[in-house]
């Protein structure tokens, strides 16, 4: 009898039929293989705490992290990330980035720096700030660790949208094994942040 789903188990011989019985469903479960390609690692929220932080990433498991922040307020809006390498937060000037900021007022900027402290996710001067942010190589030793992010937010000190993409780096070849989320200065009044694995199709 033919197996009604495609992959590496049992040693699938013929061409599936497209159709998903419960058993099929629960045996592609048991394997990690239903779902999509998000795996959710960790949901926070949180209120008054000066970071947020992802110390336990399954850096081992995954080559490629992403990280959703929603609704991030404070008494700066502007979101920022650290590394955390082999257990040691790493808050030395060795971080790297490249970004376009731009408002619906017209203003656009790039912001660019080759040894900040942090990487910029959002940059803002008023209202919630949400973003979404990759992370590629965390958990491997011989490489950099990379960041590709967009953010947004509501200005209405200026009454404009903006919005916020580019990347950042940490330059220099370690285990990246936690992620650090912070402001520029002061203390996270709110948000969510969640971490996912991306499986490897």
Do not use: C
């Amino acid at each position: 009898m033919p197996y009604k789903y495609s992959g590496n188990f049992p040693n699938q011989q013929v061409k599936n039929s497209g159709i998903f019985n419960p058993k099929d469903i629960n045996n592609l479960k048991s394997y990690g293989e239903w779902g999509g390609s998000l795996e959710l690692i960790e949901e926070q929220t949180v209120s008054s705490v000066s970071a947020i932080d992802f110390t336990s990433i399954q850096e081992n498991k995954y080559d490629v992290h992403y990280m959703t922040i929603n609704s991030f307020t404070g008494s700066n809006m502007n979101i920022r990330l650290r590394f955390y390498e082999s257990g040691v937060l790493e808050t030395a000037n060795v971080y790297q980035q490249a970004h376009q900021w731009g408002a619906s007022s017209g203003t656009f900027l790039e912001i660019t720096d080759t040894a900040d402290g942090e990487i910029e996710v959002a940059n803002t001067t008023s209202d919630p700030s949400s973003a979404y942010i990759y992370f590629y190589n965390l958990g491997n030793s011989s490489k950099f660790s990379f960041t590709s992010s967009q953010s947004f937010n509501d200005d209405s000190d200026d009454s404009r949208a903006v919005f916020m993409y580019g990347g950042g780096a940490l330059p220099q070849a370690s285990l990246v094994d936690g992620i650090r989320v912070l402001p520029l200065s002061g203390t996270i009044t709110s948000a969510t942040a969640k971490l996912y694995g991306v499986k490897e199709i």
